[in-house]
Structure formats: C-alpha cells, structure tokens
C-alpha cells in the first residue's frame, strides 16, 4: 500500500472516529415501484437540499429532497411535455434553477429556463427584451449563493446542449420582476455550459473556447477543457480534450498559481470524470471507468491533493463503518461546500437505479488548518505562515488564532497545535 493510500485511510479513519456518525441514504423516486429511478445532479451550498430528475407517470420532473421530507416533485412548466430537469440551487437550497419544455409563442415545444421556490412554485425566466431572442430555448445551468443571480444559455436549437448559444445573466432581486440580460461583448458563437462562482462575480462558459468573465477584466480565455468552478472562483475543474484519443487519467484541477494538476485513476481503472468540486477548490469528486470509452463499471470517487483518489463505497463501508446494504456507489455528481455532502447515483439493493446522499462527519480539531482532518506538518508549515505574516493589518478571524481568538498568532496557539498533533500519536 502505497504512503498517499495510507494517509487517506488515516485521515478518514479519523474523520469517522471523532464526531458525529456518517450518513447514506438513498433519495427515492417520484414514480412509484413501476417507474423507480431517480438520478441526483447536486446538491446545496449548506448540504440541505438534493436535487435532480426522476421519471414520473407521464413523463419527468425536478426534484428537491432533503432528509426531513424526501424527494419532492419540483413540477414543470406549463404547456409542454411533462418534463423538467433541476440543474442548480442556491447556498440554502431555497431557490433552484434548470429547465423544463412549454411551449413558445408559436406552440412549438421549447425548454426554458425557470427559478423555483417553495413560495412560488417553478416560474419561467424571462428572455432578454430584444426581438433577437423571440423563441430562443433557455436553460438556466447556475446560480449565486444568495439565489438573487441566475446564469444560463439561449440557443435556437431546442435540447439540453445547443449548437448556437449565448450567454444570458437573469437579475432574480426579490423587490423586482426578474429580468434577462447579455453581458456587452461576448467573443464567442458556440456554447454547451455555463457554471458560476458563489457571488456570481465570476462565470465560466464551456464551449469552442472556454472562456471565463469577471467583473474587473471581462472575458477571456482560460484553460482548454474546463467543465466547473469551485465557488470561491479560484479553481477550474477541467478534462483533457478528448479528439479520439484515450482518456486516461484525463480529469484536472487548475489554478493561477499552481497550473493543471492531473487526478489520476486507481487501480482497476483507466480514466475519471470529475463532476464536481468544493468551495475552496480542495476537494473534487466524479467517476472512475475501468474501460478507455466510459461507457461501463462506473465507480464514484473523492480526490484531495494531499490523500490522492479514494472510492466513496470504500470510504463510507470501510473507515466510517456504514453498511450500504448491497449498493453500488456508480458516480459521485456534486458536493457542499465544506465537501461533507455528496451526492450521487447508484445501484439500490433491488438493483434499480437510484440516486443518494452521503454526509461525512465534521472535524473537531481547532488545529487543523488545512482541512483534512488531521494535524501534521502541513498544518505547521500553515501556522508558520500565518505567524510570520500577522500584523497589526492582518484581518480577522485568523485560522491560526487557535487559543486566544485575539487576532494574534503566537506560542499560546502552537500549544494548542502541538497538543492536538500529539493526541493523534
């Protein structure tokens, strides 16, 4: 075994041995034994709310489930077939974004874009008021932490991914109708994704050239492959373009500072596909194939730079001691944003597909700085850092204030670190 494995085992022995028990459940399905499938897309900032699709009698809706009420249908659009996908929430879950079918003003079947809260029930998103737009299919793919921005695409071809598409930003102000708009330059014709970070001040769009926008610089490109932002804005989850080539080893993380770093497979697999990633950018989670193509023996993973790839079934069965009871954990889809919750898709024990949510514990160690669960010399080089940068200028909270919470590190706290790194020994 090798030492990255060990440390991952260590750290999550940890995790489950320290606080609260781990969680699994699956989420249910909206259609009753004759139609059991659910699949869930992602889930909340705060890890509350789940969200996703399941197929109901007479066609398929948007759900939202949480550990109090289970799955709930979202409803659809009215006018079209009865289909609608959600696709984003809000940091609390109370407003969620995707799309559903209705019809244009010519009666034609169309997705569009809708914002859905228990209050309101799912509402259209309006199209931007120049005549350009008139029947344009939407789809509303992110939104901001507070629910009040909505970011998605237009297209003129009617499916989930268009072939023409631009950018559209929807202002959801509670005091106001929401209302559509475009960004003033937008170099690019083509598009198939749009994900935004938690205050919306930063957009990837994914598409024949990935580009991101910013408040301050505006558009410009960034790395080839990208797919996600971490909601800090800082981390671009991204796939080596593939052009016919095997896929091996093929999902990355990029930042400014550090550039691509690859996640790798483990044994028994040859390629991932990294479907989502924490706030902070410091944990990524996705699936692992064990052919070049994906196309089969899925299996849902979590990555961190500092424990390499794990599998989630082996996390939760192994170091928390969870029996799932005969499932199959095939893909992991989304993450809260401390990376406690994930979400994800499975086999259930009656061997019917069906999506499910898994909480890890939280940590209880004040000197663990680097988020990992654990206290070793990656929290001291941390504190180190802190200490020697602290200044009458340095803003508070310091994570590093471990004893005092006086906005000063100093020998008080490496106390508190030493004797939290030497309980583990």
């Known amino acids: 075994m090798n030492t990255r494995i060990s440390a991952a085992i260590l750290m999550l022995t940890i995790i489950c041995a320290q606080s609260s028990a781990a969680t699994f459940q699956g989420a249910g399905t909206l259609g009753g034994v004759s139609l059991f499938r659910s699949e869930c ?5 705060d890890g509350s709310i789940a969200y996703g699709s399941s197929p109901a009698t007479g066609g398929g809706f948007a759900f939202r489930w949480n550990a109090s009420t289970g799955i709930q249908s979202l409803g659809d659009l009215p006018g079209g077939h009865t289909k609608s996908y959600a696709l984003n929430a809000s940091y609390d879950g109370s407003v969620i974004v995707g799309t559903s079918y209705t019809t244009d003003s010519g009666g034609h079947q169309v997705h569009r874009a809708y914002t859905w809260t228990k209050a309101t029930g799912m509402k259209e998103l309006p199209l931007p008021e120049d005549p350009f737009y008139t029947d344009f299919a939407t789809c509303a793919f992110a939104i901001s932490a507070d629910g009040r921005t909505a970011v998605g695409l237009a297209g003129r071809t009617d499916s989930l991914f ?3 598409s631009r950018l559209l930003i929807w202002d959801l102000q509670a005091s106001t109708p929401p209302s559509a708009h475009r960004l003033p330059y937008e170099p690019f014709t083509y598009a198939q994704f749009a994900d935004a970070s938690a205050s919306a001040a930063v957009i990837l769009i994914v598409g024949a050239t990935d580009l991101l926008w910013t408040n301050e610089s505006g558009f ?6 990208a797919m996600a932002l971490s909601g800090d804005g800082s981390t671009i989850l991204g796939a080596r373009p593939f052009f016919g080539e095997p896929r091996y080893d093929d999902s990355f993380v990029w930042t400014q500072e550090t550039g691509c770093r690859f996640i790798g497979t483990i044994d028994g697999f040859v390629s991932n596909h990294a479907s989502a990633i924490s706030h902070d950018g410091s944990i990524v989670v996705g699936t692992l194939f064990n052919d070049i193509m994906q196309h089969q023996d899925h299996a849902a993973y979590l990555w961190t730079e500092h424990d390499g790839v794990r599998l989630i079934q082996d996390i939760l069965e192994n170091d928390c001691g969870l029996d799932l009871d005969g ?7 989304g993450i809260s944003y401390d990376g406690r919750t994930i979400v994800g898709n499975g086999i259930n024990p009656e061997g019917y597909e069906e999506g499910w949510i898994a909480t890890l514990p939280a ?5 663990d700085l680097t988020g990992d ?3 070793d010399i990656y929290d001291l080089l941390e504190f180190a850092n802190q200490w020697l940068a602290t200044s009458q200028d340095t803003p508070c909270p310091l994570t590093a204030d471990l004893a005092g919470q006086d906005c000063n590190v100093n020998l008080k706290d490496f106390a508190t670190l030493a004797t939290e790194w030497l309980q583990q020994q």
């Open 41 to 45: 897309w992602g889930v909340s900032g």
């Open 162 to 164: 268009w072939d023409y």
């Open 220 to 225: 410009h490109e960034t790395v080839p492959g």
């Open 327 to 333: 499932w199959i954990l095939t893909n992991a889809s």
């Open 363 to 367: 940590c209880s160690l004040r000197a």
């Open 373 to 375: 669960c654990t206290v």
